[in-house]
């Protein structure tokens, strides 16, 4: 299957500075990456789609400003969080489509501000 | 709008048991549906997809079939082991083109040896 990988795993930083996290695909191209939220214990929620080449789509109620989205490649899209404050902390979980509507996840990433 | 209805856990069970998790979901266009399984500090991974009505995914022993009568999707395992504990979401996307996924709130799944 289609592999997505995302870098760092985990991450500690402290308030007000900026994290960025990495999300690629592997195995495959894609012109389109989504990125998530994920609280403990809760489901997922969508915060934007990221297109290669043009601005991300971001979902209502998500700072854009806040969660800056970059597709700078057909393989690799990076979510900065950036003046990180600890009600950012979360999971943090890309995915990709290789080709049509089965997205595959990444690992995902865990943000503790502190 | 597109919306999945998840059966709430936490669900307990025995090694060998029956496992059913309900799933229904609301959507304006004809929807594939997912069932995608979290374990402990990991990302998501599909378990198994439908694309249309009647429909059977599987995969793992898990099965869950697109009943567009009922606007359902279920997941089963006939005899669940230690290692299927994790959580359970169902998912739809409504091929509108952006293949965004509508999540359920997932459902978590203890197996007891």
């Known amino acids: 299957g289609a592999v997505v990988s995302q870098h760092p795993s985990w991450v500690i930083c402290k308030s007000g500075t900026s994290v960025k996290i990495e999300c690629r695909s592997l195995?495959?191209?894609?012109?389109?990456m989504f990125w998530y939220r994920q609280f403990p214990k809760q489901s997922l929620m969508l915060m934007a789609t990221?297109?290669?080449?043009?601005?991300?789509?971001?979902e209502q109620g998500v700072e854009k400003d806040k969660f800056l989205i970059n597709h700078a490649s057909l393989t690799l899209s990076t979510l900065t969080v950036t003046s990180a404050h600890p009600e950012d902390s979360s999971f943090y979980i890309c995915?990709?489509?290789?080709?049509?509507?089965?997205?595959?996840f990444g690992p995902g990433t865990r943000l503790l501000v502190l | 709008g597109n919306s999945v209805t998840q059966m709430e856990g936490p669900v307990t069970l025995s090694e060998e048991a029956f496992l059913t998790i309900n799933c229904t979901y609301t959507a304006t266009g004809y929807p594939s549906l997912f069932w995608y399984v979290q374990y402990p500090g990991e990302g998501l991974q599909l378990l198994l997809k439908a694309t249309k009505a009647d429909d059977k995914g599987s995969n793992k022993g898990f099965e869950a079939t697109y009943r567009k009568e009922t606007t359902s999707f279920h997941l089963e395992k006939g005899s669940v082991q230690v290692s299927d504990s994790a959580v359970y979401f169902c998912?739809?996307?409504?091929?509108?083109?952006?293949?965004?996924?509508?999540f359920g709130a997932g459902t978590t799944v203890t197996v007891r040896a």
């Open positions: 990221s297109n290669e080449g043009s601005k991300a789509t971001y």
């Open positions: 998912a739809l996307s409504d091929r509108g083109g952006d293949y965004k996924l509508s």
């Open positions: 195995d495959f191209q894609a012109t389109t």
């Open positions: 995915s990709a489509p290789p080709g049509g509507e089965t997205q595959y």
